[in-house]
């Protein structure tokens, strides 16, 4: 059985990475998590990052936290020493990410990896972005919206956990409004609630702000776990 780490932000593609590395019978020994000091890093997920700790502890899987300065460059350093700690404390062998279309992103990934002797798997690389954000709700992964950077995306979608007819609207949006549908663009992030791997779901409670024309925040403000839906009513 393969042992690997996941880089894991919260939202829906690197949990979904997660799903993916158990579906196929990793052993997945740790998450590993960059929190970055600034919001506009290079390579790693800010909104919200801190909550991940509910997530790990939802999933039972041990989390490996790191600073990084968020500062382009430097951001590999701290890559680096996070997944030297993966290494001697979880003995993987290899790591799973959620990259999508980010060259920048896989290409840096992947070079720390190598020099580590670590093979890198990045099982949602390259999907169809309309399809694969359905796919994600079909999946069972339940998300909410938790920045906006867009010209034509609602910012009625924020802060709320996304039916499927929610994303379904979302690519109708891409597709008028030309941003990308499962918001690799940085057009937006998400934060995960419940997926098929959590024992709990995440209970969130925040608020709007909104920074500019066409930038919007979810600031959460509590987070905390509780029963899911159908074990309430048993």
Known sequence: MRSVCALFSGGKDSTYAVHWAFMHG??????????????????????????????????GFRQILENTSGVKGAELVDLK????????????????????????????????????GLRVYSPLWRKDQARYLL???????????TSIDAYGLDPG??????????????????????FNPAFEGGEAETFVVDA?????????KGRIVRLGEYSWRFIIDEAWLEPKPNEVAG
């Not at 020994?29 to 502890?57: G, N």
């Not at 290899?94 to 580590?116: C, F, H, K, P, W």
């Not at 979608?157 to 030309?178: F, Q």
């Open 26 to 59: 990793f052993d997945v020994k740790c998450l590993v998590t960059l929190i970055p000091a600034r919001e506009d890093s290079w390579m790693f997920h800010r909104p919200a990052v801190e909550y991940t700790r509910l997530q790990a502890e939802a999933m």
């Open 81 to 116: 020493r996070a997944l030297n700690r993966a290494i001697e404390e979880c003995g993987i062998s290899g790591i799973v990410t959620g990259a999508l279309l980010s060259d920048y992103q896989r290409m840096n990934i992947n070079m720390v990896a190598e020099g580590l």
């Open 135 to 145: 796919e994600l709700y079909d999946a069972g992964l339940r998300f909410m919206v």
């Open 157 to 178: 979608l924020m802060g709320r956990v996304l039916g499927r007819n929610d994303l379904e609207r979302v690519v109708k949006l891409a597709s008028m409004h030309g």
């Open 196 to 204: 098929p791997l959590f024992r709990s779901r995440v209970g969130v």
